[in-house]
């Protein structure tokens, strides 16, 4: 195996590590399965990222960093030794990288710090606080009351 492909393998190994702890885990593990899916890799290859990625949400934050390593470490050497046996393509490993880098990409541009305030003296009555929101109508109803 070339130099780039275990370059590549190693940096799909820890981008998919970055995205368990996401929300964007469900759609990177779809992308991992169908990748596994075209090769002859082992069944639990893909069962042991559910385990993986819980021992990774498990560890404490002193253990996260040292737990991270470890299954970039694993995942990389199962993503070499595909390609080495030429079970999957240098295409497909590419695509499979790239597919998780704009995965990544996305979730890293999802995560943006909220700060909510509310100014201009007491609210009596309940107050909504929001991203952007487009189109919005309030429907009131007129009564006379008398």
């Given amino acids: 195996m070339d130099g780039e492909l275990a370059v590549l393998a190693a940096s799909g190994a820890t981008t998919l590590v970055s995205l368990m702890v996401t929300d ?3 759609h990177a593990r779809e992308l991992v399965r169908q ?26 934050a002193t253990e996260r960093e040292r737990t991270a390593r470890e299954i970039s470490r694993l995942y990389g050497a199962r993503l070499r030794r595909l390609s080495e046996a030429d ?11 790239t597919s ?17 305030r509310i100014s ?7 107050v909504v ?17 008398q």
């Fill in 120 to 126: 201009g003296g007491v609210q009596h009555g309940p």
């Fill in 100 to 116: 998780l880098l704009q995965l990544s990409a996305s979730a890293a541009d999802s995560r943006r710090t909220v700060e909510n």
């Fill in 87 to 97: 079970d999957v393509s240098d295409e497909a490993l590419r695509a499979l990288l």
């Fill in 35 to 60: 990748f596994l899916s075209r090769t002859d890799a082992d069944p639990d290859t893909f069962d042991d990222l559910h385990d993986t990625r819980a021992r990774l949400l498990a560890a404490d």
């Fill in 129 to 145: 606080q929001s991203g952007s929101v487009a189109g919005l109508t309030f429907h009131v109803d007129h009564v006379d009351r």
């Fill in 24 to 26: 964007s885990w469900a």
